[in-house]
C-alpha cells in the first residue's frame, strides 16, 4: 500500500508541475503579447481607438446665392447631407449597401467596396444628398451610418444664363463663370466639426472647431426677363442657320451694365457636365473673331477726332483699290462712284472705309483701335476673357492699311465690340462692362469711365450709323415703329488655318445696334459663327438685334422717339 500511496503522491505531484509549466508559459507569453502591442503596435492600435471615438469633419459653407437685378433666383443652395460611415462599426456591410443604394441611387458594390475597408474609421459613401433622400436614410437607423448636413448647388431657371453662371463642383468650387470668377466671395469659409463617440458608436459630443461662414450673396445687372428673351432670340437663329454657335449681348451704354449676355446652343446649368465643350463656352467673352464691317465705325471715328474727314467729306471712289499686293473690292461690284464719309460708313464701302484709314496712317490708326479698347481684356467679371488679337504697327505689311480698317487682321470679341460702341452711344464716354451689381445688398464698386472721342465727334457716327437703317443701307428693313435706331452691320469671311487665306464659305455674322439713336439707352450685339445657307450679317444678326430689342424697348420702358423725328431715315 505505501508504494502505492506514494506512486499516487507523485503523479499528482507533476500534473501540478505541469499545470504550473503551463501557467507561467501562457504568463509569458501574455507578458510578450502586452509588450508587443505596447509598443510595436501602440500607433496604429491607438489610431484605431480614436478613430472609433473621435472623427473631425468639414461643415460647409453655405454658398451665397446669385440672382438677377430684380431678385430673380439664378443660383441658389438647397438643404443636403453626405452619407458617411465607419466601416469598423458594420457587421453587416452587404446588407447596409443593399439597403442604402437604391436611396442614394449608386450601386451597391461600390458602396459595399467603401465599407469593405475595414481599416478605415470614416468613409463618404455619397456626397450631396437631397434632404428628401437624406431623411430617408437617417430612418434606417443603421449603426455607424451618419448624416453631415451639407448643401448642393440648383440653377432654378435651368437653361437660363448657364454659360454665364458656370458650375459648382462636388466639394464647392467654382468650376466655370462667375462660380469660379467669384468663388471667393461666394464660397465663405467651411467649419470644422469635432465628433466624439461612445463605444456603441453613439455621438456624444459635438464641438465646433472652427465656425462655418456662410458666402456672400451676388446680385447681377443681369435681367432675367431680357435674357429670356436674348436666349430665345438666339434659338431661332439657331434653327433657321444652324450656325456653329451665336452670342447676344445686351448692354446700358450709359452704365456699361450687362442686361443680358446669351449663348446658343443652350444648356441646363443643372447638367451643364454633359454639355460638350463648345455649348459651354461663355463666347461673349471667349470667342475673338474678324469683326469685319462693324470695325469701320471706329475708322471714321478716329478720323473725324483727328479732323481728316467731316461727314460731309466727299471720296471718289474706284470700283477697286489697289493697296500693295492686295486688291480691295466691294461687297458688291460697282463702277465709280462719289460717297461721303456718311455714305461710305452706310453703305459699308470697302473701298471708302481704306481711304480713310489711309488718311489716318498706320501709326494714329493703331492709337484708335487701342484707345478704343481692343487688344486687351475689358476688365469684366468674367473668367477667361480673351483679349483678341491686334497687331503692331511695326507688324504691318505693306497691305495691313488696306484690311485692318475694314476689320480684316485683328480679332475681337463680342464684349469687346459691345463695349467700345457703347462707347459711342454715350457720348464719347467708354463705360468698362460690369455684371456684378451688389454684394449682401450694398452696391458694387464701379470703374471710372474715359472719354474716348468727343461729344460732337460720337453724335456725328450715332447720326452716320442711323443711315445703316435707311434706305439704302445695309440693313434697311430692320426697324422698330415709333423708335429711330442706328447700327452697322458685318459679314466678315473666317481665317482658313489650313490652306491660308480666307474661308470662302465660313463666315462671322453680326450686327451691333443701339436705340434710341439720338439718347441711346440699350445697345444690343449678335454674332453668329458660321450660319449656312445665308451669311449676311443684315439678312442673318440684324433681324435678331430688332427681335430682342422689340422686347427690350417697351420692357425698359423707354418711351418712343418724337413721332416726326421718328418718321426720319426709318427705311
Known amino acids: 500500500m505505501p508504494p502505492t500511496g506514494s506512486h499516487g503522491m507523485g503523479l499528482i505531484e507533476r500534473r501540478i508541475s505541469l499545470l504550473m509549466v503551463v501557467f507561467f508559459a501562457l504568463l509569458a507569453l501574455a507578458g510578450v503579447r502586452s509588450l508587443w502591442l505596447g509598443t510595436v503596435k501602440a500607433s496604429k492600435l491607438k489610431q484605431a ?25 439664378l443660383a441658389v443652395s438647397e438643404p ?20 442604402i443604394a437604391p436611396i442614394v441611387g449608386v450601386p451597391a458594390g461600390q ?45 432654378p431657371q435651368k437653361f437660363l444664363a448657364s454659360q454665364l453662371l458656370g458650375t459648382v463642383g462636388i466639394d464647392g468650387d467654382g468650376l466655370g463663370g462667375l462660380e469660379y470668377a467669384h468663388d471667393k466671395l461666394l464660397r465663405g469659409r467651411s467649419g470644422e466639426r469635432r465628433i466624439v463617440r461612445d463605444a456603441l458608436g453613439e455621438a456624444i459630443s459635438l464641438r ?6 456662410a458666402g456672400r450673396n451676388v446680385t447681377l445687372t443681369l435681367d432675367a426677363a431680357i ?20 452670342t447676344a449681348i445686351v448692354m446700358d451704354p450709359r452704365s456699361g451694365e450687362l442686361l443680358a449676355v446669351a449663348n446658343w446652343p443652350r444648356v441646363d446649368a443643372n447638367e451643364i457636365g454633359k454639355a460638350p465643350d463648345y455649348a459651354r463656352t461663355d463666347r461673349a467673352v471667349q470667342f475673338a473673331y474678324e469683326p469685319g464691317s462693324t470695325f469701320k465705325a471706329f475708322t471714321v471715328a478716329g478720323a473725324l477726332q483727328e479732323r481728316l474727314v467731316t461727314p460731309r467729306t466727299p471720296f471718289n471712289l474706284p470700283p477697286v483699290l489697289q ?16 460717297l461721303d464719309t456718311s455714305g461710305i460708313l452706310a453703305q ?6 481704306v481711304m480713310i484709314g489711309q488718311r489716318l496712317g498706320a501709326q494714329r490708326f493703331d492709337r484708335w483701335v487701342r484707345r478704343f479698347g481692343f487688344g486687351r481684356t475689358t ?16 507688324e504691318y505689311s505693306g497691305s495691313s492699311i488696306g484690311n485692318l480698317p475694314i476689320g480684316q487682321g485683328l480679332a475681337v470679341t463680342p464684349l469687346q465690340m459691345a463695349t467700345a460702341y457703347g462707347a459711342i452711344a454715350n457720348g464719347g464716354i467708354l463705360r468698362p462692362a460690369r455684371i456684378v451689381k451688389a454684394l449682401d445688398g450694398k452696391p458694387a464698386r464701379r470703374r471710372r469711365g474715359r472719354r474716348i472721342v468727343s461729344a460732337p465727334v460720337a453724335a456725328s457716327v450715332r447720326q452716320m450709323l442711323e443711315g445703316v437703317l435707311a434706305a439704302g443701307g445695309t440693313a434697311e428693313e430692320v426697324s422698330i415703329p415709333g423708335y429711330r435706331l442706328a447700327g452697322k452691320t458685318g459679314t466678315a469671311q473666317k481665317p482658313d488655318p489650313v490652306n491660308g487665306g480666307y474661308s470662302d464659305d465660313k463666315y462671322v455674322a453680326s450686327f451691333v445696334g443701339f436705340a434710341p439713336a439720338r439718347a441711346p439707352q440699350v445697345l444690343v450685339v449678335v454674332m453668329v459663327d458660321e450660319p449656312v445657307g445665308v451669311h449676311l450679317g443684315g439678312a442673318v444678326a440684324a433681324p435678331a438685334v430688332q427681335r430682342i430689342m422689340e422686347f427690350a424697348l417697351p420692357y425698359l420702358r423707354i418711351p418712343p422717339d418724337d413721332a416726326a423725328e421718328a418718321s426720319q431715315g426709318m427705311g
Open 80 to 99: 443636403a447631407d453626405d452619407i458617411a460611415a465607419n466601416p469598423m462599426l458594420i457587421d453587416d456591410p452587404a446588407g447596409v449597401a443593399n439597403r
Open 379 to 394: 476688365g469684366v467679371d468674367l473668367p477667361g476673357e480673351a483679349s483678341g488679337i491686334v497687331p503692331t504697327p511695326d
Open 348 to 353: 459699308s464701302s470697302n473701298v471708302g472705309t
Open 323 to 338: 493697296v500693295a499686293d492686295r486688291v480691295i473690292e466691294e461687297a458688291h461690284p460697282r463702277g465709280a462712284v462719289t
Open 111 to 155: 458602396l459595399l467596396e467603401k465599407l469593405a475597408d475595414r481599416d478605415s474609421g470614416f468613409v463618404y459613401l455619397q456626397r450631396l444628398v437631397p434632404a428628401s433622400k437624406s431623411r430617408h436614410v437617417e430612418k434606417l437607423d443603421i449603426e455607424g451610418i451618419d448624416l453631415i448636413p451639407s448643401s448642393r448647388r440648383i440653377y
Open 49 to 73: 481607438a480614436v478613430s472609433q471615438q473621435v472623427a473631425t469633419v468639414e461643415v460647409p459653407a453655405r454658398r451665397g446665392t446669385i440672382t438677377d437685378r430684380h431678385g430673380v433666383e
Open 208 to 213: 465646433d472647431e472652427r465656425e462655418m461662414r
Open 227 to 246: 435674357q429670356d428673351r436674348a436666349e430665345k432670340v438666339l434659338g431661332e437663329v439657331g434653327q433657321a442657320f444652324s450656325p456653329k454657335g451665336a
